[in-house]
């Protein structure tokens, strides 16, 4: 029997015809008159018999005829059925968005520029005393805000930021890998006070020791991360004669010399528990990290990210370093 589901088209809508009206029998056996009931009953056994005993396509053809009809005969017809068929659809879909978004992709908008120039935030552009400006017409700027996140003000140009997916499925069967960039929430992360979702660079795994050099380079365990390192290539790639850049690739500096940060000086060390992970903001110059409040715990990493979806830009397509 299960081969020839696979080999006959009309055993499979047999099969599937006699699923069907057997759920419908027993969805509605408290209404259906007893003699409905009875030649619905025959009708479902007579397929069985001829479903477990192989029976040929053209008889199978003919028990199809007769549950046909003795479901019209017996069974109770719903109210406006296309209603119904219409909204099992629907269900159907939120069910499936549903788990795609808690399983395997979830949508993400980046909220700070702590990433650029690798991904977006929201950013403005102030065109007060340019000359060339002009404020484009009601479809131009439908298009612009549809193409490319572009909302125009009086004076100014806002840009949405980088929106994508994020892998939810790939850190169910490994551990996050150094560079990668992480989506995770900041609960558990006493100087952040807000539950929120950030976007970083993993640098640091559990049980590492973390310092970063005045050349602007990270050490693990005292190894240099360079351009080499895997996921790294932007990152230090940087002009080492150019000083550090708001929204330019320009390595890792130390965090201002506060108190609670835990690397203000190259000789500081920042040390990741058992279960936790460091992570640093490309946009070494903007960004709130763990050079300001150290590592945090793993549970609280939702995936990667994976996919840039709007606006469409240069970064527009699958992330990468």
């Known amino acids: 029997m299960t081969f ?32 409905d009931l009875q030649l619905l009953d025959t009708a479902l056994r007579e397929t069985k018999a001829a479903l477990d005993a192989d029976a040929g396509d053209e008889t199978l053809a003919v028990r199809d005829l007769e549950l046909e009809q003795a479901a019209q005969q017996s069974l109770r017809p719903y109210p406006h059925p296309e209603w119904r068929e219409n909204v099992e659809v629907l269900l159907m879909a939120i069910v499936i968005a549903i788990s795609v978004r808690a399983f395997f992709a979830q949508p993400f908008k980046i909220p700070t520029g702590s990433m650029q120039p690798t991904l977006y935030g929201v950013t403005v552009q102030d065109r007060r005393g340019d000359p060339s400006f002009v404020m484009p017409g009601l479809w131009k700027r439908a298009w612009e805000f549809a193409l490319h996140g572009a909302i125009y003000h009086q004076a100014s140009v806002e840009y949405s930021g980088d929106h994508l997916f994020v892998d939810r499925l790939t850190y169910n069967f490994r551990r996050p890998a150094r560079g990668e960039i992480v989506v995770f929430r900041t609960r558990d992360i ?34 240099r991360l360079d351009a080499s390192t895997p996921h790294f290539k932007n990152v230090y790639g940087f002009d080492t004669n150019a000083p550090p850049r708001e929204s330019r690739y320009s390595g890792h500096i130390l965090a201002p010399d506060f108190r609670l940060n835990p690397l203000r000086t190259t000789a500081d060390q920042l040390k990741v528990r058992d279960k936790h992970y460091a992570v640093f903001g490309d946009n070494t110059k903007n960004s709130s990290d763990s050079r300001y409040w150290g590592d945090f715990p793993q549970q609280n990493v939702i995936g990667k990210a994976w996919f840039v979806y709007w606006p469409y830009s240069s970064r527009f397509g699958f992330t990468t370093d």
């Open 190 to 223: 006493p100087q952040i006070a807000a539950d929120q979702f950030y976007v970083k660079r993993l640098i640091g795994l559990p049980g590492e020791t973390i310092t970063i050099g005045d050349d602007r380079h990270v050490r693990v365990n005292g190894v």
């Open 4 to 35: 020839r589901w696979f080999l006959s088209r009309q055993f499979r809508q047999t099969s599937d015809l006699w699923g069907r009206l057997r759920n419908l029998r027993d969805t509605q056996r408290d209404l259906l008159a007893p003699q």
